[in-house]
């Protein structure tokens, strides 16, 4: 009888030891899994605002993820270089600004090698160039990054591979930028319409 029951008491622990191993938030493996990329995306947005909140998301990435890894997973390696360039925003030091926002533009072309066709990639290198002074701005990039959003959006209909309300505030920042011709401005409302209509999303 007390075999039986230690038998069962070893398989119940193997049971939960590789329950454990499959969870997400205990396992170790370097992997942007999708958990980890909502964290990042939402903790970018609340980035925006927020020196303290910047710099945890940075140390959350240098911490979670090697420097090899970060370099070849073309996503992360946007949101790292666009938090870059949120701490350049944030920092006072003249010459503390130019080293973060070198190292964020450097991050960001770096990842739209591989990741060309990726909407968040070529957005959030586009949301830094247009948000730079225009003595720092090289306009032949700017055009370069707006059109191929566009072309993502509207074209490709990348934004299908984002949740509804990322998708919108993407393409909301892009018709707010006032970067388009009119054509494309009238051809990206009616894109907003239709995703607020049939994915309800809202505005508030």
């Keep these: ?14 049971q939960i030891i590789i329950i454990a191993d ?22 970018f947005y609340e980035s925006v605002t927020s020196h303290a909140k910047t710099d945890r998301m940075i140390a959350f990435i240098e911490s979670t993820f090697s420097e090899d890894y970060i370099s070849n997973e073309p996503i992360l390696l946007s ?35 591989d990741g060309a066709c990726n909407l968040e990639v070529r957005f959030l290198r586009f949301s830094v160039l247009h ?23 509207v074209v490709d209909e990348k934004y299908r591979e984002l949740d509804s309300e990322t998708a919108f505030n993407v393409i909301e920042f892009v018709l707010d930028s006032k970067r388009l011709d009119e054509e494309q401005h009238k051809q990206l409302e009616s894109l907003a319409e239709r995703l607020q209509k049939y ?3 809202s505005t508030d």
């Design 22 to 43: 499959d969870s997400p938030s205990s396992s170790s493996r370097e992997e942007l899994d999708p958990y980890r990329l909502t964290f990042i995306r939402h903790g």
């Design 79 to 113: 949101y790292y270089g666009a938090l870059n360039a949120l701490k350049a925003k944030h920092v006072f030091n003249p010459f503390s600004k130019i080293s973060h926002l070198r190292s964020a533009l450097n991050k960001l072309e770096e990842a739209t090698i």
């Design 131 to 153: 948000n730079l002074p225009s003595f720092l701005r090289k306009s032949e990039e700017l055009e370069k990054e707006i059109y191929a959003v566009f072309e993502l959006l």
């Design 1 to 14: 009888m007390k075999k039986a029951v230690l038998s069962c008491c070893i398989l119940l622990m193997c």
């Design 199 to 201: 994915e309800h999303v």
